[in-house]
């Protein structure tokens, strides 16, 4: 037997007061940042507040029914072009229980073993987002070092570059707030299984290992920024020096003119 696991990155936050008022499904499992939902069908639902939302046995027109809900809800864009990850979950009482990549072998089919599969899945989707954010950051910073090796100045001022520190320190600002999404439930704490299955699949998913590569792609941007003011805190400061020995000329030119008028 096969269950068919999807999950999405919606948003960089989610409510989950007004989810939780507005989505009419079981509610199973309940945390101040997670809800965890079973369908009238037998499927599941995982909603995280830092913005990942992950399906198991759920039909696609109930998921696309329920994400248009949570668009509306609070008030998203559409999310075709956002994080996703898809896997099967498969049972087999034979097998020896597995992570593989983008399946897992269970040898049992229980609702806390689905709840760890949902819970790692949508650590690994939010990973994925703030990954591929970082690498925006990162490329948009490759850009503005090749212009100062081939010209000798970075094209990044002013408002610009404020507006450019503002998007990095947000991105570092939202990763530190959802720093908790790292931290192991105290249901995988008490079974020893549960552990074990979530070991396994931070493993498999690389969560320590990409949330590193994020630090230090934000790490480098950071080091790239300060150089990036300081370039353009000195090229003001050298602005206003020639400002002011213009002027200092401009007296001295105006004095000397007096002088020989007189």
């Known amino acids: 037997m096969e269950k068919l696991v999807f999950g999405l990155h919606v948003n960089s936050n989610i409510n989950i007061e007004i989810i939780k008022k507005s989505l009419l499904f079981e509610l199973i499992r309940e945390e101040p940042t997670e809800l965890f939902y079973m369908t009238e069908a037998g499927g599941y639902i ?3 507040n830092y913005g990942s939302v992950v399906f198991v046995d759920v039909d696609q027109n109930k998921q696309t029914l329920i994400l248009r809900s949570i668009h509306n809800l609070l008030e998203i864009k559409s999310t075709s072009d956002f994080e996703s990850e898809k896997y099967t ?3 087999d009482s034979k097998k020896q229980r597995r992570v593989l ?3 897992i072998i269970l040898t049992s089919y229980e609702v ?3 709840y760890t599969i949902m819970f790692s899945i949508a650590q690994s989707i939010a ?5 591929s954010q970082s690498e925006h950051l990162l490329e948009e910073t490759r850009v503005y070092t090749t212009q100062l090796e081939t010209k000798g100045k970075v094209d990044l001022k002013g408002r610009q570059l404020i507006q450019y520190i503002g998007k990095a320190l947000n991105l570092k600002n939202q990763i530190a707030r959802n720093l908790y999404i790292f931290d192991t439930p105290q249901l995988m704490w008490e079974e020893q299984s549960l552990d074990q299955l979530h070991t396994a699949l931070t493993r498999e998913l690389d969560i320590t ?3 590193r590569y ?3 792609n934000l790490g480098i941007v950071q080091e790239n920024l300060e150089l990036f003011k300081d370039l353009s805190q000195h090229s003001h400061s050298a602005q206003l020096e020639w400002i002011i020995i213009i002027l200092i000329l401009i007296e001295v030119v105006d004095l000397f003119v007096t002088k020989l008028i007189h």
């Open 89 to 91: 979950i498969e049972i």
């Open 209 to 211: 290992l990409r949330y």
């Open 46 to 48: 995982f909603i995280a």
């Open 127 to 131: 990973l994925g987002y703030y990954s």
């Open 101 to 103: 990549f983008n399946k």
């Open 214 to 216: 994020i630090q230090e």
């Open 112 to 114: 806390d073993k689905i």
